[in-house]
């Protein structure tokens, strides 16, 4: 089954695969919450597909943002992932349209990294919100073990 969220628009589309935890054993929440995942970008002629080193708390954040801005419709919100293997600006126009910005890279190589820009809409960005919504829950943030 396959747990993904899609970011999509006129021309362009981030793909955000989760393949489950990295370290299931982990007792220390800061290497529990760390994510084996898979970023896919299409923008224009350009598509790649790599590993990142996302965590439960980058997906918590950049639903969250996204969440706030589509219930204004205004604004503009900004997310860089804790290993910036993805950065992202949505700007809401009042003309309805969202524009979206920003950089996908590999963390083995900072010398490749895409700039993409594309416009999406409210109705496609409220898609990608739920579908984090949902990735949150099957993936859920552990917190730190119980002192005996």
């Known amino acids: 089954m396959s747990h993904t ?6 021309g362009g589309k981030i793909s955000i695969e989760v393949l ?5 054993h982990a007792q220390n929440p800061d290497d529990a919450n760390w994510l084996t ?14 590993r990142a080193a996302l965590t439960t708390y980058d997906l918590m954040v950049l ?3 996204l969440e706030g ?3 204004s419709l205004s604004g503009q919100i900004s997310f860089q992932s ?3 293997n993805l950065s992202l600006e949505a700007k809401f126009a009042r ?6 910005e920003g950089v996908v890279q590999p963390s083995s190589s900072y010398k490749a990294a895409l700039h993409y820009r594309f416009e999406s809409d409210p109705g496609l960005l409220s898609r990608a ?12 943030a552990k917190l730190a073990a119980s002192s005996i």
């Open 95 to 100: 003309d309805g349209t969202v524009e979206l």
């Open 129 to 140: 919100v739920h579908e984090l919504k949902l990735l949150i829950e099957k993936f859920p």
């Open 63 to 65: 639903y969250e943002r």
């Open 37 to 50: 995942t898979e970023l896919s970008v299409e923008v224009g002629p350009f598509v790649g597909r790599f």
């Open 5 to 10: 969220a899609l970011i999509v628009g006129q």
């Open 82 to 84: 804790t290993e910036d």
């Open 69 to 71: 801005a589509l219930s």
């Open 20 to 24: 489950g935890y990295e370290n299931l």
